[in-house]
DNA sequence: AATACTTATGGTATTATGTACCATAATGTT
DNA sequence: AACATTATGGTACATAATACCATAAGTATT
């Protein structure tokens, strides 16, 4: 794509004569920014680097990238998540655009926040350079993040909280096998609600998106929970 | 900004060595791409440019334009609409972002949709050059447009079919003083679905979102409806 | 002037959905 | 065996959605 960068200044149509070289228009980077988010033991928690350059040196920040010239940006943010966590195929969506004059100090980088649902078990840090730099953080207790990031994840688990219901979205944070309590106190976690909970089995179950296991819970020192799996996403 | 483009690699932070000079990432663009929506006589409507320059020279396109350097990506957008109808502080919000490969033929260019409802009646097409280019279509006979503009219409009016409800939006495409029975029709032309009259009303009326006028319609051959106004959005 | 026609508006009955709460079941622990 | 704990099924009640009817208030027609 660089090797035919000769624009001229009618070849993009303006409504108007731009005032500057078309060329200063092709000055910008893409970047991705991805929430990863996780869930251990009753919390969410989300997955982040130590910088160790400048800017923001030795601060925390959300795993991204630059957007490589020949990728499409999703390429992007799943050649992000994987290098990190090497998951394939994970829940993943963009949440929004931060486009802000200033919000890079090297230059004029504009970004696209991601969020994507993990299992945090399957999750095994890459061992490489990398590694020591890198944490799951409670959602509650985030420190100040580098550029704009806490916006992000500010935006990202509204999205989040925004497509529960409606997409039914979550599991992707669960064993592949749950039982409804397991889901309701994922969703109680994440919508900071707490649910009744007969009322939530019902609800949930009307809805037809999980397959009910002929397995139970194992090893728990009260009435063991049917598992349940996520019926293939069809709707 | 451009002024102190000399980065090295380090300044940017990878996680692992690019194999391309950290400048072949800042060769991108971006543009604003805006579905702007009005309302007449019972029909949705879409504003829409005649592109007077190749690529794709001849075809109807979403207004856009690349966003300058010094620029916000709001404010790209907001430029656009206000150089094309004269209208400023319009409802507008980003819906998604396209970043395929080879989705510019001309470069590496990401777009940003946004769309903004407009009250057709204020509309006053700026009188310049461009304006016998411009027109508005109807939703339901769009032509093929030039890039991935019909994907980012579709997107815009999906986004618009899930906001509708939950932040009670599209009477900015009505006039100031409106009818219930316009609301309705308005609704359902965007929904694509029919409401019963007596319920609508009450549903409406219950969010406590619209101010009732002392005021009624005029010159209608049958009993005049009360107008209403819409509340200062305060939530 | 009376009648027909059209849309607005208020109301009620019915149905569906959401919520609160209780009873019993099934397991491990003491 | 009694108890603690969570799962699960069910019922009663409250709230919201829907269907539908009756009347009101105008214009147009006869």
């Not at 999703?74 to 966590?85: M, N």
């Not at 095994?124 to 992000?152: C, G, R, T, Y």
């Not at 749950?178 to 009322?199: M, R």
Request: aromatic share 12%; with cysteine; proline share 5%.
């Amino acid at each position: 794509m660089s090797e035919n960068s000769q624009f001229t200044k009618n070849s993009v149509e303006p409504y108007y004569g731009y005032s500057i070289p078309i060329n200063e228009f092709f000055r910008c980077a893409l970047s991705v920014d991805c929430t990863i988010i996780g869930y251990d033991k009753g919390d969410l928690k989300i997955l982040l680097i130590k910088r160790g350059a400048e800017p923001f040196k030795g601060q925390w920040a959300l795993p991204g990238d630059l957007m490589y010239p020949y990728e499409n940006l999703d390429q992007a943010a799943e050649r992000v998540l994987s290098h990190l966590t090497g998951l394939e195929d994970v829940y993943m969506d963009q949440v929004k655009v931060f486009g802000e004059v200033n919000r890079h100090p090297v230059g004029r980088v504009i970004t696209v926040g991601y969020y994507s649902l993990v299992n945090i078990q399957d999750y095994k840090p890459k061992a490489s350079a990398w590694a020591h730099q890198l944490d799951w953080h409670l959602v509650d207790e985030l420190p100040e993040l580098a550029f704009d990031h806490n916006q992000i994840v500010t935006a990202a688990l509204t999205v989040l909280k925004e497509r529960i219901w409606k997409d039914e979205i979550g599991f992707e944070l669960l064993p592949e096998k749950f039982t409804l309590g397991q889901i309701q106190a994922l969703w109680e976690t994440i919508l900071q609600e707490k649910f009744d909970k007969a009322n939530f089995r019902k609800k949930l179950l009307s809805s037809q998106s999980l397959i009910p296991l002929n397995e139970n819970q194992q090893n728990v020192s009260h009435r063991p929970a049917k598992l349940y799996a996520l019926c293939n996403k069809d709707k």
